[in-house]
T-cell receptor, first 113, second 116 residues
Framework: DTEVTQTPKHLVMGMTNKKSLKCEQH?????MYWYKQKAKKPPELMFV???????INESVPSRFSPECPNSSLLNLHLHALQPEDSALYLC????????????FGSGTQLSVL | AQSVTQLDSQVPVFEEAPVELRCNYS??????LFWYVQYPNQGLQLLLK??????LVKGINGFEAEFNKSQTSFHLRKPSVHISDTAEYFC??????????????FGKGTLLTVNP
């Protein structure tokens, strides 16, 4: 199994809603990442988890809250988002905290109304 | 810090023609270089990477790239493209061995459109 699975594939939410994005991998990888990709732009790193601990936060607003409950799962909790947060959210994983071999999921397309 | 410049935002070509997508990088330390492809509404797939060793790197789907340290370039080439190669292509850089290699910095992307 060489897949990173993200759910849901599409999500529409209001600015007062609370929702969560989920990411799962069963490759035994110990580093997991969240990237944000706005339309027609490159992906930008948000968070890095290494061995289930948050190791990098790229100055992301607190309305985005990551969580790594175990080595296979990564969540991104969303609360009080703004319309400009609408984007494709990509999860990725790697064996260790290095990007030499990074596997990406297909993403969650988020629309904030 | 590293940065990447993709010189062409769009490249239209005819099927079976050769193509080159250009990428230049800037870094004061050793780097790792990557090319990713993104099909519509999908995530990123690694095409190839340069970590060290031979400067000519071969990847999937018939693509190859050459690392040129003196020109700080990592151009992607394919001798004959197919309609199915139509996609967005991203060049990316990270810190090399001994550097901060946890973060990929992407270029702005090149949209390759292959026409029949």
């Amino acid at each position: 199994d060489t897949e990173v699975t993200q759910t849901p594939k599409h999500l529409v939410m209001g600015m007062t809603n609370k929702k969560s994005l989920k990411c799962e991998q069963h490759m035994g990888h110990r580093a997991m990442y969240w990237y944000k990709q706005k339309a027609k732009k490159p992906p930008e790193l948000m968070f890095v988890y290494s061995y289930e601990k948050l190791s990098i936060n790229e100055s992301v607003p607190s309305r985005f809250s990551p969580e790594c409950p175990n080595s296979s799962l990564l969540n991104l909790h969303l609360h009080a988002l703004q319309p400009e947060d609408s984007a494709l959210y990509l999860c990725a994983s790697s064996q260790d905290r290095g990007v030499e071999k990074l596997f990406f999921g297909s993403g969650t397309q988020l629309s904030v109304l | 810090a590293q940065s990447v410049t993709q010189l062409d935002s769009q490249v239209p070509v005819f099927e079976e023609a050769p193509v080159e997508l250009r990428c230049n990088y800037s870094s004061s330390v050793s780097v790792y270089l990557f090319w990713y492809v993104q099909y519509p509404n999908q995530g990123l797939q690694l095409l190839l990477k340069y970590l060290s060793g031979s400067t000519l790197v071969k990847g999937i789907n018939g693509f190859e790239a050459e690392f040129n340290k003196s020109q700080t370039s990592f151009h992607l080439r394919k001798p004959s493209v197919h309609i199915s190669d139509t996609a967005e292509y991203f060049c990316a850089v990270s810190g090399g061995s001994g550097g901060s290699n946890y973060k990929l910095t992407f270029g702005k992307g090149t949209l390759l459109t292959v026409n029949p």
